[in-house]
């Protein structure tokens, strides 16, 4: 398994992603002192991902309000799609969660990184616009969890690199639900917008950053510096 | 299945529920009208528990902030409880939303009752009270909508009934799941906060109700008076 390259197993992932995590991120995350903050990070963002999920079902499950217009009756393929998602994550969170006590971590108070607010902010506000937005960005962040999840696995502990690539399947197919959802509902073509998440996600993950955390830009202090 | 009464199937649920649900309720929740009422209000009732459950994640996965006092470290089988609980109810909700679409029952606005904000008026506000108080008003919603659904699932029609008699073994687990927590996390007896949560429970099943849902009270207007 961990023999595939990304572009194998997700061609049309790998097409999305503007570029490959830096090599700088990789050697930070793979020192054995950032393993707590890897992990913690990573049982945040399944919640946040379950999080995000069900707050799209109970903003748009009787429709989507377009200002000036009828109600768009429900999408029920969106909320079936994130419903499923939501417990995947779910399931994840819960199996960090076993690795973390196993291994003695405590669950400490651990700040969201700046990436997924980053994109927010350049998604429109009007509706269905920002449903379609909210879905690419969706999108990237699962897209590019799959992305660290396969460059990061052969530097971590065996346990870890087979949790981690275990994990591939489901981000993959969370990535391709959020954009054929985003494309559907949609009722004009989304390429331009993707390109510009695409400008946003690139700059999030290729200029320096602070914090360390599982979607970090280039790490700015190592931990020996720190 | 249906033979059995409540109080053989879960005799700690019955001792801990302060009345049965009025018989009106029944004969308002049977009328053929209202099905798309009980569909719809059920469906909300799952996404809003799965909701509660993950909010209580995301406040308390890093402990207790007791104010003026250490942290308490977090309580994993809170965290694992509530994720299970959380991935269950949506997978009801999905149950639901199928059957609704089956029937092209279209998911439209209904309001929540006042049921669950009756309750969460009366917590308490400091830690880590507010949160045994959260979890016993968790165990009476679970307790209430078990008891419902048993009590209404031979007034309905075969499908219907027989899911509703399927949800009731989860919804008894998360009766007890949440009464448990609340015991646990209590570093006193909680008898006296039970009592205090029965009384404005049977006060909202026994009180004349404007609005028909499913944890509403006596209806006062019924659908053909409408």
Known sequence: MTDKSLAEMFPELVAFLPCETPDQ??????????LDIILIDHANNELKAASAAQSLILRYKDGVKVTGQKRIPCNVDLLNKMSRLAREELRHFEQVLAIMTR???????VKASRYAS????????WEPAKLVDTLIIGAYIEARSCERFHKLAPHLDAELGRFYLSLLKSEGRHFSDYLTLAQEISDEPIEDRIA???EVEKEAMESPDEEFRFHSGVPVKTSEAA
Do not use: Q, S, V
Not at 25 to 34: G, L, R, S, Y
Not at 103 to 109: A, P
Not at 118 to 125: F, G, I, P, S, Y
């Open 25 to 34: 991120w990789i050697e930070e995350a793979a020192k054995p002192e950032n």
């Open 103 to 109: 291994r003695n971590i405590e669950y400490t108070t």
């Open 118 to 125: 980053r994109m927010l902010k350049h998604a429109r506000t």
């Open 196 to 198: 510009l998440f695409a």
